[in-house]
């Protein structure tokens, strides 16, 4: 067991966010790859400062989480914000990742799986982001699994998306998450969002209507001692819903690009996200601001609902 020397050692908490968590005041816990992967400069800066500032307004502390001159920086002062928009270097680290960045002192943008690793580490009960990975359309071909549904499994955190990535086959993660006891909600919806879509075909398990409700259930876990986390799943606003036809012809033709050009891996989704974004005019690119801000609007609601009940 590590001692919390040891993690000291290696972990930067913002005071802002280390006096919220002595205090049992909200904190939400924010992914740093969707800077410094998910799109271009100077719209992602502008967009992880209006996702703090959205964050503060709700009452609720940001803690944006990333690996930065060989610390785990937990909250982001503007300085730090800056580097993960315009580090041309900077990696997408996942599970495997963290060792080796840390000891080679190489910045890195933490993804879901890793996002949720560090949250658990110093005490975030809340995790907002656009959509998890999870069992790759080419699957059969490739094997590629991603680390979020590991994650899922292994560390106890609240996440809040909008469903499954668009690039990620629902129905096969869906059966994962089943198998590996994640349980997967739907805010005020009966039906998987599936990111760019409302609605996916696919059921959650379980309907929620207040964020009172996410109390509960985390409450149970802790005291039955059952490891891994729960996924909120919240549809993406209607206005912000993309044709689902044209694009599932699109993404069919950027997968078979990835192919061509061997883009394998990690470098999947952020290869595809720049190619959807130049392809719709930057259409994917509102879609995606759009729901991630409302993930983010539940994740504060949440956020103080397990703080006034002391979770």
Request: aromatic share 6%; with cysteine.
């Amino acid at each position: 067991m590590n001692s919390s020397k040891e993690i000291n050692e290696l972990v930067k908490i913002n005071d802002k966010v280390k006096t919220a968590l002595q205090n049992n005041h909200p904190v939400v816990a924010l992914e740093s790859t969707l800077i410094a992967h998910g799109f271009p400069y100077p719209q992602n800066y502008n967009l992880a400062l209006e996702i703090e500032e959205q964050t503060k307004k709700s009452g609720v502390v940001p803690a944006t989480i990333a690996i930065l001159d060989g610390y785990i920086k937990v909250g982001m002062e503007r300085e730090d914000l800056e580097i993960l928009a315009t580090d041309k270097k900077i990696v997408k680290a996942s599970l495997r990742d963290l060792p080796l960045l840390l000891a080679k002192k190489i910045n890195g943008g933490t993804t879901v799986a890793s996002t949720m690793q560090i949250a658990e580490i110093v005490g975030i009960k809340v995790f907002v982001t656009g959509g998890i990975g999870g069992v790759h359309s080419n699957f059969t071909e490739t094997l590629d699994i991603s680390a979020d549904l590991k994650a899922l499994s292994t560390y106890r955190v609240v996440v809040v998306c909008a469903g499954a990535k668009a690039i990620i086959d629902i129905s096969r993660t869906r059966e994962l998450l089943e198998t590996l006891g994640v349980p997967v909600l739907g805010y005020q919806t009966e039906d998987f969002p599936a990111f760019y879509f409302r609605e996916s075909g696919i059921k959650v398990d379980y309907r929620i209507d207040s964020p009172e409700e996410i109390f509960e259930v985390m409450k149970i876990k802790e005291k039955l001692n059952i490891p891994g986390g729960v996924l909120v799943t919240v549809p993406i606003p209607k206005q912000y819903e993309l044709t689902k036809t044209d694009f599932n012809h699109l993404l069919q033709k950027l997968l078979r690009e990835t192919k061509e050009k061997n883009i394998s891996g990690k470098n999947v989704t952020p290869y595809l996200l720049k190619r959807l974004n130049e392809e719709t005019g930057g259409e994917t690119v509102m879609s995606n601001i759009a729901l991630i801000k409302n993930n983010l609007s539940v994740g504060c609601e949440i956020a103080k609902a397990l703080s006034r009940r002391n979770i």
